[in-house]
């Protein structure tokens, strides 16, 4: 699994860190999502999919 983010998309909900935060983390300045771990173990894939599919502004892909 492969994982990127849009910075430039993103609206700082912060849903991303809730769902994988070993994953995603926010930035201190102005929330927007930074990504930990491009490539996360196969256990916590269940956990970026559930991040991507909350995103509301659909920042978070991922690639099999």
């Known amino acids: 699994m492969k994982v990127t983010v849009d910075q430039d998309r993103c609206v700082a909900s912060g849903q991303c860190v809730v769902a994988a935060m070993e994953v995603f983390d926010q930035r201190d300045e102005d929330g927007v999502v930074v990504l930990l771990d491009p490539e996360p173990r196969a256990e916590r894939a269940e ?18």
């Open 47 to 64: 956990d970026v999919r559930h991040a991507a599919a909350v995103c509301p502004a659909l920042a978070i892909a991922i690639e099999d």
